[in-house]
């Protein structure tokens, strides 16, 4: 192999929270609990789990069920607007802080009895936005909030922070049903992240490599790529285990509805989320991005479409220049729930001017277009376990409930839409077709 001009690809990843130990996920246990300046946010969140605040939506939900999140929400209502100036002194405090009140937040909205108004109060409404604001985040729960910062060691001594965590030593920090099922469904795509570290080590050393240009930088980008196929499939592994760990038809039941936004206001069909107590705070407005939780907020797999260029191509024509990755809007929204720098990581790798792809197309080389494939179809793999997750967990029941809806005489029209909105079948199906065609023919050598 001969060296080739290569565009510069100095891209420390490291400068973007990335540890390739855990991927996006922190390095150290996330915090476990704010200091006791606001432990009454704490509070009120330990107390809907312990007393198991029902969906307002649960078929047959008692009295006394109804009750007690009526009461629930009064204590929310009556909470008072605790300070988040100090907050701001510290990443650590304000991601925990945005957790927690993310996850009262929907306990609120979704206790509340189906065709009663969304309000919610000063309380919750000004520390909340203002917090978001901080982070750049919108004030709802994102992947960040139930999965990247959502866990701890199961050995107690490995909270310090002082070790890595590891696949087999995770549990849940917080979740809406107490169960195994739904700490099982985290859980699989926090191993995922974590075990997605590697796959940005190797992400680093194929661009290190392409900076250096040397003799035999193409040999080491293709044993890159080959060892970056092999991960890949592990992550495949990894994210199939969910099967084993959660039920479908109670995530589709009891999980999933507490994880959903809401459709933008000009939905008529969607209760409005109203947030009370904006005219406090001039610095604050009605938010405009309020879906729910997705792993299409995944840092992770947005990142390796982006390096392997598998959004600029479809069907194997490139949408426009190679150096432009035509992400499709919905990909683009779900970057807006993502950390910041994370965010910051994708624009930069997008920005960067070596082009993976085009390095691939030049280079001539039987053994790195085969190795490059080979990255890509491992992809490819990983989506196609995406919609056979997608297809177990949503679809399906959502189909089922459908039926029972029909039966009882109610109606429930359109697609089948995941916790962030979109219409996931299609959705996803485009996502895999732009990774198949992505794939060089051999004939092109």
């Known amino acids: ?12 990843l490291r400068d973007f929270d990335i540890n390739f130990d855990t991927g996006f996920l922190p390095r150290q246990t996330p915090l476990l609990r704010l200091p006791s300046k606001w432990e009454a946010w704490e509070l009120i969140l330990e107390s809907a789990i312990h007393d198991r605040i029902k969906l307002g939506e649960t078929s047959g939900l008692s009295e006394e069920e109804r009750e007690k999140s009526e009461s629930w929400r009064n ?24 957790h927690v009140l993310t996850y009262i937040l929907h306990f609120y909205v979704h206790s509340i009895l189906p065709h009663d108004p969304i309000s919610i109060p000063p309380s919750l409404t000004l520390p909340l936005l203002r917090v978001s604001a901080e982070l750049l985040l919108p004030p709802t729960m994102s992947y960040s909030d139930d999965v990247l910062h959502n866990w701890k060691p199961k ?9 890595v965590p590891t696949i087999d030593n995770l549990r849940c920090q917080t979740s809406f049903t107490g169960s195994a099922d739904e700490d099982g469904f985290y859980l699989s795509t926090v191993r995922v ?20 240009n040397d003799k035999l930088a193409l040999q080491r980008i293709t044993d890159s790529l080959t060892k970056m196929a092999v991960i890949i499939k592990e992550l495949r592994a990894l994210l199939l285990g969910v099967r084993e760990e959660c039920n479908p038809e109670y995530f589709f039941r009891e999980i999933r509805p507490w994880l959903v936004g809401t459709e933008p206001a000009e939905d008529s069909a969607t209760r409005p989320w109203v947030f009370e107590g904006l005219d406090q705070d001039p610095n604050l407005q009605a938010p405009a991005e309020l879906s729910g939780s997705s792993a299409a907020q995944s840092t992770l797999i947005q990142g390796l479409d982006t390096f392997l260029g598998v959004d600029t191509y479809t069907l194997g024509e490139p949408k426009e220049s190679p150096h432009h990755v035509n992400v499709s809007p919905f990909a683009q ?7 910041r720098r994370h965010r910051e990581f994708l624009a930069q790798l997008v920005s960067n001017p070596f082009s993976l792809r085009e390095l691939v197309a030049n280079a001539k080389d039987a053994c790195l277009q085969e190795a490059y494939n080979g990255a890509v179809l491992a992809l490819k793999e990983f989506r196609d376990a995406h919609m056979i997750i997608v297809t177990l967990y949503i679809i399906g029941p959502g189909r089922r409930a459908a039926r029972e809806a029909a039966e009882a005489g109610l109606t429930r029209e359109g697609p089948v839409k995941g916790s962030a909105g979109g219409d996931l079948a299609r959705l996803l199906k485009d996502f895999r077709d732009r990774t198949t065609g992505a794939v060089f023919p051999e004939k092109k050598l």
């Open 1 to 12: 192999m001969g060296s080739l001009d290569i565009p510069s690809a100095v891209l420390n």
């Open 75 to 98: 204590h929310v209502r009556a909470l008072p607007v605790l300070p988040t100036a100090e907050l701001k002194e510290s990443e650590v405090f304000l991601r925990r802080a945005h």
């Open 155 to 163: 050995t107690p001594h490995f909270e310090s922070g002082g070790e």
């Open 193 to 212: 992240e974590l075990r997605g570290g590697a796959v940005l080590e190797l992400m680093q050393a194929i661009l290190n490599d392409a900076s250096t």
């Open 333 to 339: 929204r779900m970057r807006l729930y993502m950390p």
